[in-house]
Each structure stands twice: as C-alpha cells, then as structure tokens.
C-alpha cells in the first residue's frame, strides 16, 4: 500500500513513497535515515519521537506518514545553521548540562523551540506543564527547566534588542 | 507499522460518510490518539479506516448570529484552549481539555474524538454536558443534532449511527451567557494522566450574586457514562451562597454517582475524591461568578 | 587540573544534534524482525503450542519454541563470573521454557519480514497450558504444600542468610533492662520498574565467522560470556557491539534477549535479526526492582539511645533467580551499617520465588528497600520516645571510622554527620519542625529526612576488575579504550577528566571511545554498583601512568635528557627541575611514529583488581504539603547531601543527583507495577505506570560535603546509585510529621493515604 507522500523536511521539498501504514517517526527514521527521532513507547506517553509538525510538537509514533502530506516537519537534525553551528536551544542543553542519557533530549529540544518561538515570557510553573510530554530519568527536568527557561529568557532578550 | 487493512483518506465530510457506507468495517480516525494505539494493541488489528484527518470543514469555530459556539469536530484541544471566540465564553471547555494528556496530544486529538470514543473519562465530557451541548452528525440521509445528554448509551458506546459523522459540537447562548464553570480533574500525576474522577461546576448567580439561580454539576468516571447530577442541581437552586451549601453538594452528589472499583481506584476512593471536588470546584467556580461563599 | 571542573559532556554535542547513534539506530538495510512470544498464565506448563496458523501468515520466516533451544541453562545477572562453581550464580532459565513461572515469560520467538506479520502471528499462536495456582505473594509461595516454581528449590526459598551484631540476642536486650520503649512494624516496598527512555533492543548477525550482537546493554563482556553460557558457542566467537545507550538503572545489568537474538539469527543462516522488545514488554518481561516487605521490631531507651533492633526482609523474586538473594542481602546491610544498637541487632532474609516479574539489579540495589524500612524505623522510634528524627539519628547513627564486621568495608572518609549538619540548615529544620507542629484543616505541611550508606562497587562480596588501552596518536591526543561502558550517567566525560589528570595530556585531547566492543574493547565487567569512577579509574589511573612513562621515555631519548627529569605537564614536555617547556608531545608523538631512527607506537595497557572498597553517605530533607482529603502529597521543597568524597565533575554530579532523586520522588508517592491474583500485570505501559511527569517534580536542591576518599583514585566515592535511596523515606518521615499518620508502604498513593486518613479520623463528612 504505498503512496506517493510530499512534505517539507527540516527545510527541504521531499517527495517519498511511504506504506499508508507507515507513523511518521518510521518513515523519518528508516526512509530518510534522521535516527533523533526516537521510539520508546509508540503510544505517545514518553514523548521521545517529537518532532514539530508547521511548528506545532506532535508525537510522530502515532502520526500517519500520509498526514505531513504539505506540511513542514523539523527534526533536530534541522536544527543546525547552514555552517553546522549549534542554535541557542541546543546550546543552552549542553551547558546547563540538561543532557544525560540524551534519549529524550532530541524531543525535548523540539518542544522547546515551539516554546520559544511564542516570543513570550512563562513561569517556571507554565514551562514545567509545557514540557510536560516528555518523560526523562536521568534529570529529574532540572536541569531541562533551566536550559528552556534560559532560552526563552535568551529569545526575548535578542527581540527586545532587535 | 499499524495493522491496517483499508485506508481511505476522506476528501469531503460527505465523502466520509459515503466511504463508511460502502464498508460495514470501516471506521473514522481523526486525531489517530486513540484509534491507533489500539491498532497497535490488536484490538483494532487489520482495520479499515476512512481518515477525517485534516479536513478543513471540521475544523471551524464560528460564533453564530444567535449567539451559538459552533466547535468543529476536527478541532485539536490546543486549538480549543487558545481560540479567542471561546476563551471568555466557554472557559471551563477550554480549561478542560487542556487538561488532556500532554501537550502533544493536545496538539493532535480532536473535540470530536474524544466525544465519539463514548469513554467516561473523556476530559471533555463533564463539560460538555454541563453545558448541554448539542452534536451536530451528517449522515446519508442529511444532519440531525443530538443533546449531549442524549448521547451515551453505555460504556464506550454512543448514538452514533456507523455511517455518520460527528460535524460539530454546538454550545446555546442559554447553556453558557451569565455561567462560570470550573472543571478539576483528578489523576495520579499532574500531566498524561487518565481521570480518576473528573468534575465539571457551572454555576449562574443571582444578579445581587448573593445565591444560586442555575447550577449544573457533571462528573465523569463517576458511572458507566458521563452523567449530570439533577437532584443536586434542583436543590442547589436559589440557595444562598454559604458553607451549608457547600457541605450539602458534597453529599449530594454521592447519591447521584455510581463509580465502580477498579484496580485504578476503588469506588470509596472515587466517592470520596467526587464530595471534595465537587465542593472545591464550586467554590471556584462561585469566585469567577464574583460571587462569595459566607460561613 | 582536570579534576574538579565542570567539563560539559563530550557526548553531549552528539546527543543535541541527533547524531549519537543507539542501537536501534545502527539496523542493517533488510533487517529480520523477531517477536518474543510470552505466556498468558503466571504459572503452568504449555502442554502443545500450535503453529500452523502463524506459520501461513505472509511474510512470516520462522517460529521456534522451547522445544527448538538448546538444553542450557544461564544464569542472567550481570556478576563478574566465578571460577568456583558454589558462587556462581543461579542457572535457572533457557532461552525459552515450556514450564512457564510469571506472566510474560518466553515460550517462542517469530522471526519475520516485518512487526506487522510477527504481530499477526503471535494473535494466531495457540498455546495449550496445564495451568497451576500462581503465587503472587512470598507468604504464598513459602506456605506449606506450595508448588515449587523452580524443582531444584522445592520449598520456594531460594537462598537465605542473616547476620547478628552484639553479644546478646534481640530478647535477652529486651530482657536486661526495663523501661524500653519497643516498637513491632512491617514496612513494605512495592514493584517497581526502571523505566530507561531506550527500550532494550538488540539486533544480531553472523560475519566474519562470528555472531555479532549489538544491544543496548551495561555489561558487554557479560553479555557476550552469557550468549556462550546460553546457547553453548565458544565465548571468543562472540562479539558484543554497545553504542550510545538510552539510560540503564540496572535493568541492563542483566542479559536480557541477547542470547535468544544471537541465536535467532543463527536460524535464520545469520540473517541480521533485530529484536525489539516494547515498552510493554519491558515492563512485564525484563526485571523489576524486588518488593520487600521487614517485619521489624526495635527498641529504645528514653534518652533516646538505641539499645536493639531485630528485622526479618522477605524478598519477591518473582519466577527466575536473576540476581537474585545479593539484593536482600545487601537491603539488611542498611540496618548494620547506618546505626549502632548498644546490645543487639538481628538480620534474616529470605529471597523466595513466586510468579511474578522476575527482580533484578536496580539503583540501589536492595538499599533503596532496607533504607526505606531502617529509615521508618528510626522515625517512628524517635516519634515514640518524642525525640527530634534528626537528633535521634545524630546520636545513634554510624561513626567515624566504622567497618562493618563482616564485609570489612570501612568508612574511610565520612562525612555523614557533616551532611545532616548541612541539610539541616539548607532545609531549615529546626525552624520548620517548629512552625509544622501541631497543625489542623485540610491542608498540613511536614518536614521530614532519612540518611543512608552505600558502599563503592563490590569488593570483596565480588571480583572487582577493570582494564583500560591508550594509545598516543601522531598529534599528541589519545585515545582511551575502556569496557567501562556509558549509560548516560557521563562515565565518558569523567572518564576524559581522570585520563588527562593521570597522563597530563589536556581534556580536548583525550578521546574516550564511548563504543564497546568486545573484539577490540579490554575487558571491564561494565557500569553498575557506583563502581566505575572508582574501580575502573583505577585501571585508567594506572594506564595513564604508564603511557606517560613511555612518553617521558621516548622524549629523553628525542631530547638527549635523562627521563627523570622529564615530566609531561598541559600537552608539554617540561623540565622537572626548571620548570621549562621543553618541546610539544604533538612534536614527540610525530616524531615517535615516523622517525626514521627509532620508530615506536606508543600504547599502553593495564588492568587493575581493586582489593578495597569505601562508604559513601548522605541524606535527604523533604518539606511537603499534604492534601488530606485528595491524598495528595506535594514536595514543596527537596534537598539531597552527599558525601561522595571529592567530586570530579560538580555540575554532571549535581545532574546526577537530580535524577536519583526524581526516581526516589517515583518511588516515594506513584509508582508501583501492579498484578492481579493471576500474577497478570495490570499496568505495563507508561500511562498507567506512574513515572513523574515534570508537573509532578518540584525543583530539586542537591549539596555536598567533599571529603576526599583516601582510598579513591582521585579522592572519590561512589556517587551513581545513592542520590535515589533516602528521598522515600524522607518523604513517608515528612508526611508522618505533618499529619501524625505514619504510612508503611510504599508508594505513597492517594487511595491508601486517603484511607490511612479516614481510618485516623482526618476526613471530613
């Protein structure tokens, strides 16, 4: 059962035969090999495999591939400037150490450039229930917290000097 | 990869309810939050979907002439929660389901998914029926509305015929004009979470809002269905804004209520977590009303 | 210096970027799947398993069932093997059995095009069992005229043992002095699972004369010694590949499917096979931590000195031995090791199996349920006698110096008491003791702490051994090769942080291959027990030294100095004496390779056997707001304080504690696998099974005491596994402090406080 699938990926036109039976994070995984998109319980409760879909965070493992027909996926893998340097969101993860065993990271970081992106201040509080689609064991968030509350901090005061 | 046998992408509503007739084993996905998971379970292993995803027409939020919210059923929760027509109208909807899942759920599952799985523990639900929202269906021989409280038919199980589909969810100026609702899920964690026990309190107060003119209290996971609690309702009627009151609901309900044991929760638990929110969402409920609760 | 510092993770850009490759990411283009087919009954025997439906299924390319596995019984725990055949541990399984001893044990595996043909398969199987009574509970199975589950243990206890401490038995304390204030209590701890984001997926082929088997495991050595153990193939033709892993906590200190994987494969001509194995199944079917229950009695004097305490642990092992009585026996430990009773302690344990999942190796390992139960004790005692918790413990808690009697193990650096000192004032005890007391309404808040003790790898209850390879590249970098493997814990990075101290060459120049590969990697039995950065550091501490050596060689004879004048200092060559900087290692390693002269490839090798061992402590104060009639417990405010000796990494050691102590948050109030009087599990899945969420963790406050360990390589202890043992006990404590009613068991769920409440006369009409 394949179908001719059209969606934009990590910036770029992609035109793939998908299986209708094919979720998202199988077709981004095996037919365009971007492995960040993690597998690690395919009922959308650990919220490792998300990816932003027209930059809204969804869980790919119960997303039909034929869905993103004409819609723009982003992976961390699209994350990267066009000279391979790291976007404040993944920096901030590297330095406030919010990184451990790193299988959650790639989806969390997704989360936190739709967080970002609102270009509006949120509590500690707000972040915690914004992030909170995502199981982590290693970190117990803290670290996470910090690292999303420094780039939201971080954005509004790059607009505000804009 | 999902077990499924027969997939059909929906270009129409009228298109979907065509597809549905000519498959007595077709069912409508739309947000997939619940259809494939229990693919992947088995239970819905081999199945044959018509997919209502992405269809433009039931994505609609309109505020009629009269006065009416008309929700489209392909609604995502974010989009319900963040809707400038319903914040300020409909809060307590909008507060509700943001209480769904996770935040990636509820940038996926529909308003209409979630009131077509029939389950008790729709996050919905409890809403939904407090304030007596009308469903709007399509079906082959044209539309028809049903009152949400109408709906259920047991456990999982709705009025909806296997040809037709859920269009839109409508709210009556009447059943939302002069309310303030609170509705208080609780589960065992704070997020991705299935209710326990949810409670939706509407209330309208009298103009000096010194006492009850309209209050409706709704539960889910509290019987088999979601269900209203009308004994309560009548007897909170025109009464004065005190502890009294507060106390009395608490017991109220719990003669209108049948939660059922489960490894979950046992029925005592369930009942006594009914009394407490109930009373604690009245009283919010009664604060956004600028009303006060005098001892 | 390289100890010390806040190095970011070397790892840590790979993991931002989606790069860091893990085991599922590493599948072969035209990858076999396999299914595990489980048993759906706890207990019984399959009778006839029929196939031919499944067979029929498109795509399906073989079924194979107990009948089709060799005859080999392993043992599965992730112990250093034993020579001598009476420690060796338990052999109790096959790769798959006809005799089923819990719910979602292994009768077949299907091997497949695809999961949607293996899962069509696995619904047309028809097992046919002679199904018997399961045993749910240890009482259960230790009652007289049980069933055995496993023949070579007819009465269901699979080991037992005790120690007693003090010249008098716990009556005769009772008995030699009046005015004893005694206690008698049962404390038990639930099920629960590890929960690492990475599911344990394995995938396996044959090349090049081998069975290549990469997985997501702690313990590659082990693993590949286990697949030789399991299906009978020679230890050497194995070769075991670990990449990046998604979290551990010891689940994956146990060889799961990797035997069943390699052999799969090898029915199927060595075809690369991947076996996943889902959330659900890992859950229902890998291991769990063991629930524990202590029947506990104690008694104080007035003054609040602790005269005795006896305890009896019982052990739900579940149907397979796994690693099986070490972890009771070390919960027992936490009695003797923590507190000093004047005339008697007395300790049994019994591990008994039942027919449910299978108990494992979990952070802690055993100490997480000992402390729960001595830590509730020493609250409630204190409570009886109306002593301050925390000045009861001060006064009778373990001392300077300590060694414990059996083992030997010392405290050869302590700084339990300095970390109550300091926990006291972050948390501000005495004040919040004092504002919390006596409180009424709905809403109540407490403080409450616990303490603990945990030794540093296994030493000498086990082998503790560890091997390390450098090698000097051409640019004066190094790479350094280890069996010591990376969960996530950031063994890499410190690991780059000690092998730079040990050999003076700079952090960006030391390349750890965070990749194991039992071909290529020295021999290491792999991450558990806090061990790593003591015992295997060891190894690299003494590589190093040796590497450096050869340099400092090679370089006095490139320079024409004598060696001991040398010294190898910031990726330089200096002059011990003067101080000066006598040429680039870059340049002698260049030099090294390629001279035409004297041409040498700088490697070195070393393996270290650790014959020592330390306590690390510490202790955790919770403050909580309890919700008395929604059962509902908030943390408002948490802190742990640790004494791992020096740290080596403060802003990865505070990350890691962050973490233990959310998994203590876990175990403290939701989690807990469930099973119903079938033995059937009733949660295994991530919605139901209660992980916290990050609405459910408050933020988490982690502090040290850094005394350094004489005996560690760089002043440190064991710091892995403690940060999630005391905060469950804290937390019962807090609770107990701010409404009276003491809870215990574990978890603090809403339905059982709210019962425990109502029952205490909390809750309101």
Redesign the interface.
Same mark, same amino acid.
């Given at each position: 059962?394949l179908k001719i699938l059209h969606m934009t990926v990590n910036g770029k036109a992609e035109e793939l035969a998908v299986?209708?039976?094919?979720?998202l994070a199988?077709t981004l995984?095996?037919r365009l090999g971007?492995?960040?998109?993690?597998?690690?319980?395919?009922?959308?409760?650990?919220?490792?495999c998300?990816v932003l879909i027209d930059g809204?965070?969804?869980?790919s493992c119960?997303?039909?591939s034929?869905?993103a027909e004409g819609h723009s996926v982003l992976?961390?893998?699209g994350?990267?400037g066009p000279n391979g340097e790291?976007s404040p969101i993944?920096t901030a993860?590297?330095?406030e150490?919010a990184?451990?065993?790193?299988?959650?990271?790639?989806g969390i970081?997704l989360?936190a450039v739709e967080i970002v992106g609102q270009n509006r201040p949120y509590t500690?509080e707000e972040?915690?229930?914004?992030?909170?689609?995502?199981?982590?064991?290693?970190?117990?968030?803290?670290?996470?917290?910090n690292a999303v509350e420094r780039c939201v901090a971080e954005n509004l005061a790059r607009q505000n000097a804009d | 990869?999902?077990?499924?046998e027969q997939?059909y &992408?929906a270009q129409s509503v009228a298109d979907a309810v065509a597809a549905l007739g000519r498959d007595p084993a077709a069912m409508p996905i739309a947000g997939?939050?619940d259809v494939?998971?229990q693919t992947?379970e088995g239970r819905h292993a081999g199945c044959h979907l018509v997919?209502l995803?992405?269809l433009g027409e039931l994505q609609d939020i309109r505020w009629e002439a009269d006065g009416a919210l008309v929700i489209g059923s392909g609604c995502t929760f974010?989009q319900i929660t963040r809707s400038p027509l319903l914040q300020g109208r409909v809060d307590m909807l909008c507060q509700a389901v943001d209480q769904v899942?996770?935040? &990636?759920?509820r940038?996926?599952g529909t308003l209409g998914g979630n009131v077509c799985n029939g389950v008790t523990s729709a996050d919905s639900a409890p809403s939904l029926m407090a304030y007596e929202a009308e469903l709007e269906l399509q079906g082959p021989q044209g539309a028809r509305r049903v009152p949400i409280g109408q709906w259920y038919t047991g456990p999982g199980k709705t009025v909806r015929g296997h040809e037709e589909v859920l269009t839109a969810v409508r709210i009556s100026p009447q059943n939302y004009e002069g309310f303030s609702g609170c509705y208080l899920k609780y589960g065992k964690r704070?997020?991705?979470e299935i209710s326990t026990l949810g409670c939706a309190v509407l209330v309208k107060l009298t103009a000096d809002r010194s006492a009850v003119e309209d209050l409706r209290a709704a539960f889910g996971v509290a019987a088999p269905t979601p269900v209203r609690c009308p004994r309560t309702e009548a007897m909170a009627s025109g009464r004065a804004l005190d502890e009294a009151l507060v106390k009395e609901l608490g017991q109220s309900v719990l003669t209108e209520i049948q939660p059922r044991d489960s490894w979950r929760a046992s029925r005592d638990f369930r009942l006594q977590i009914a009394k407490e929110l109930c009373r604690r969402a009245f009283r919010r409920a009664v604060e956004l009303a600028g009303g006060e609760i005098r001892a | 210096m390289a100890i010390g510092i806040?190095l970011?993770?070397v790892?840590?850009?790979?993991?931002?970027?989606?790069?860091?490759?893990?085991t599922?990411?590493l599948?072969p283009r035209s990858c076999l799947v396999a299914k595990v087919v489980h048993s759906t009954i706890a207990f019984g025997e399959v009778k006839a398993i029929h196939l031919d439906e499944a067979l029929a299924v498109p795509g399906v390319v073989k079924i194979l069932t107990y009948f089709d596995v060799p005859d080999y019984q392993f043992p599965t725990p992730g112990h250093p093997w034993s020579v001598e055949k009476a420690h060796q541990d338990v052999a109790d399984r096959r790769m798959l059995n006809r005799r089923v001893r819990f719910y979602g044990d292994d009768i077949a595996a299907i091997v497949a095009e695809d999961n949607?043909a293996a899962d069509r398969a696995a619904r047309l199987i028809r097992v046919e069992y002679e199904a018997y009574e399961p045993y749910v509970t240890v009482e259960q199975a230790m009652a007289p005229g049980a069933r055995a589950v496993h023949d070579e243990r007819p009465n269901n206890v699979l080991a037992h043992s005790g120690f007693q401490v003090g010249e008098m038995s716990y009556r005769e304390a009772l008995a030699s002095e009046d005015g004893l204030v005694t206690l008698e209590k049962t404390y038990r701890t639930q099920t629960v699972q590890?929960?690492?984001?990475?599911?344990p997926t394995s995938i396996a082929w044959q090349a090049d004369g081998k069975i290549n088997v990469i997985t997501s495991t702690q313990i590659p050595h082990i693993v590949r010694r286990v697949i030789g153990q399991a299906t009978g193939l020679p230890w050497g033709s194995i070769r075991v590949i670990k990449p990046?892993?998604?979290?551990g906590?010891g689940n994956k200190q146990d060889v799961l499917y990797e035997p069943l994987n390699a052999w799969l494969s090898l029915q199927v001509g060595g075809r690369p096979v991947k076996l996943e194995v889902?959330?659900e199944e890992t859950l229902a079917s890998t291991r769990v931590r063991h629930a524990i229950d202590f029947h506990v009695s104690g008694a104080v004097r007035k003054d609040g000195s602790l005269v005795a305490r006896r305890c009896l642990a019982n052990s739900n092992q579940g149907g397979y031995a796994s690693h099986g009585h070490a972890i009771v026996a070390n919960a027992i430990n936490c009695f003797k090791q923590l507190y000093r009773d004047e005339k008697a302690l007395e300790c049994q344990a019994n591990t008994v199996y039942t027919n449910i999942a299978v108990g494992g190796a979990m952070r802690g390992y055993g100490i997480p349920q000992g402390d729960f139960a001595a830590e509730c004790l020493a609250d409630d005692l204190a409570r009886a006698i109306g002593m301050d918790p925390l000045e009861f413990r001060l006064k009778n808690c373990m001392q300077e110096g300590y060694e414990d009697p059996h083992t030997h193990i010392k405290f050869y650096s302590y700084g339990l008491r300095a970390a109550m000192e300091k926990g006291r004032t972050l948390i501000r005890w005495d004040a919040l003791r004092e504002q919390y007391r006596d409180q009424t309404g709905p809403v109540r808040r407490g403080v409450g702490m616990a303490i603990f003790c945990y030794k540093t790898g296994v030493h000498p209850i086990s082998l503790e051994t560890a091997s390390c390879r450098m090698v000097l590249h051409q640019d004066g970098s190094i790479q350094v090769q280890m069996g010591a493997t990376e969960?996530?814990?950031?063994a890499d990075t410190v690991f780059t942080q000690m092998a730079s101290e040990a050999t003076g060459i700079s952090v960006g120049k030391v390349h750890v291959s965070t990749v194991q590969d039992t071909d290529v990697t020295p021999f290491d039995t792999g991450a558990y027990a806090s061990r790593q950065t003591y015992v295997s550091v060891m190894a690299v501490k003494k590589t190093g030294a040796l590497l450096k050596q050869k340099i400092l060689e090679y370089a006095g004879y490139a320079l024409r100095l004598p060696v001991e004048n040398l010294d190898l200092r910031d990726d330089q060559i200096v002059d011990t004496l003067t101080g000066e900087i006598l040429r680039p290692v870059a340049d002698v390693a260049l030099e090294a390779f390629y001279s035409l002269d004297r041409s040498q490839h700088i490697t070195a090798e070393a393996t270290s056997h650790c014959k020592i061992n330390t306590f690390a402590s510490g202790c955790c104060f919770a403050e909580v707001e309890v919700d008395i009639p929604l059962g509902k417990v908030k943390v408002l405010n948490i802190v742990n304080v640790h004494d791992s000796g020096s740290l080596i990494n403060p802003?990865?050691a505070?990350?890691?504690v962050?973490?233990?102590?959310?998994?203590g948050?876990g175990y403290a109030l939701s989690e807990e696998l469930l099973f119903d009087g079938k033995g059937r599990p009733l949660n295994p899945?991530?919605?139901d099974y209660k992980?916290p969420?990050?609405?459910d963790?408050p933020?988490?406050q982690a502090a040290f005491v850094e005394i350094p360990d004489p005996t560690g390589p760089y002043g440190n202890k064991a710091l892995g596994e403690p940060p999630a043992i005391p905060v469950a006990p804290a937390v019962r404590n807090a609770v107990l402090h701010a409404t009276g009613v003491a809870i215990d068991s574990l978890p603090l769920s809403p339905q059982k406080l709210v019962e425990a409440f109502a029952q205490a006369g909390l809750i309101e009409d």
């Open positions: 059962m299986d209708v039976r094919e979720c199988d995984r095996e971007l492995t960040s998109v993690k597998k690690g319980c395919e009922v959308g409760e650990c919220g490792a998300t809204k965070a969804v869980n119960c997303y039909l034929v869905w992976t961390v893998e994350l990267k790291l993944q993860f590297i330095e150490a990184v451990q065993c790193g299988f959650c990271t790639p970081i989360t500690r972040l915690r229930k914004l992030i909170s689609g995502h199981l982590c064991r290693c970190t117990g968030y803290e670290n996470i917290l | 990869m999902y077990d499924i997939y &992408q997939g939050t494939l998971i992947r997919s995803h992405g974010s899942g996770s935040p &990636q759920i940038n996926m704070e997020a991705m | 806040s970011v993770r790892d840590a850009r790979d993991k931002v970027t989606g790069e860091a490759k893990y599922a990411d599948e949607v590890h929960c690492h984001l990475e599911l990046y892993i998604g979290g906590f889902s959330r969960i996530g814990q950031g802003k990865l505070e990350a890691q962050h973490g233990g102590m959310s998994m948050l899945n991530l919605l992980l969420t990050a609405l963790t933020d988490l």
